[in-house]
């Protein structure tokens, strides 16, 4: 026989647990409930039998049915592939430069690039391809190296500036702090505003053109409307890649820029190298 008390009021039995005088009932659960986390307990037991479930050293434990979202994935992949399989050939086979003039394998070049442009590109150049302050804009016609499919081709597969691809383009501006007085430096960057703009100081143009023309002009030409082939960009259309301001310009000179892209082509397939650079063509800018 139970020793507990029984609640006076609800002739419960109470726990033994009291507050102030207050008795806690030992009232027990609904059987509802009680079966029903029996019931939870042997469908958890049942789960990490037959999925993946438990986390070991090395990976998770298989489960006796040998589900796998990433075997589902590459099941998926692979069935997605060999429906584009023939696609893929001619896109491999194409002369780069007449791709645009096929219309079905260039719709699906777009497509396809347009998918990888948005997962390994845009977090530089942005989702709409504008690019933003050291990342080019992609929709303008402002292209060092050339933007006609073969040139962003190369591009897109050797990068820019970076140590792994042999290929890759390469241009490097002097840091003309070390080489210039800094009235120089003031003056060149007063004549490259001149060049774009109609608010300058005159006096300033004329040394800075001086200047200009004994340190810059080789890359930049004597009007200042670059060298692709260099990568030495136009400066006299007013499209600048870290700003044309005064104080940019200033540091630019000062300092020199030196901005990096990585190779492509050792990361992506050749399929979604020129499917990219098909994209990037087709959206406007380039040649």
């Not at 040998?66 to 023939?86: F, L, M, P």
């Not at 300058?200 to 143009?205: E, K």
């Not at 399929?271 to 990037?280: F, H, I, K, L, T």
Request: charged share 20%; net charge negative; glycine share 12%.
């Amino acid at each position: 026989m139970s020793k507990r008390k029984r609640d006076e009021e609800t002739g419960q039995e109470t726990t033994g647990h009291s507050w102030d005088g207050i008795e806690e009932l030992n009232t027990p659960l609904p059987r509802w409930w009680l079966w029903t986390l029996y019931l939870t307990i042997i469908w958890g037991i049942g789960y990490t039998i037959a999925y993946p479930a438990w986390p070991m050293i090395s990976g998770a434990t298989a489960g006796v049915m040998g589900w796998s979202t990433r075997a589902n994935v590459a099941t998926d992949i692979e069935a997605h592939e060999g429906q584009n399989a023939e696609l893929v050939a001619a896109l491999l086979e194409a002369d780069i430069d007449a791709l645009a003039e096929t219309s079905d394998l260039a719709r699906y070049a777009v497509a396809r690039g347009g998918s990888v442009f948005r997962a390994q590109c845009s977090q530089c150049h942005g989702s709409g391809a504008a690019g933003a302050k050291g990342y080019p804009n992609l929709l303008d016609d402002d292209w060092l190296w050339g933007g006609n499919m073969e040139a962003i081709t190369h591009t897109v597969r050797h990068g820019i500036r970076n140590t792994t691809d042999d290929d890759a383009r390469y241009s490097e501006m002097p840091v003309f702090g070390e080489i210039l007085e800094a009235e120089e430096i003031d003056s060149v960057v007063e004549y490259v505003i001149s060049l774009s703009s109609t608010e300058y100081d005159a006096a300033l143009v004329e040394t800075g053109g001086i200047v200009f023309e004994d340190n810059c002009s080789a890359c930049h030409g004597e009007a200042g409307l670059g060298d692709y082939d260099l990568g030495a960009p136009n400066l006299a259309d007013a499209i600048w890649l870290y700003g044309g301001s005064r104080e940019a310009l200033h540091e630019t000179i000062t300092y020199s820029r030196y901005g990096v892209m990585p190779a492509w082509g050792q990361r992506l397939s050749e399929a979604d190298v020129r499917s990219v650079s098909a994209y990037v063509h087709a959206l406007g800018g380039g040649e």
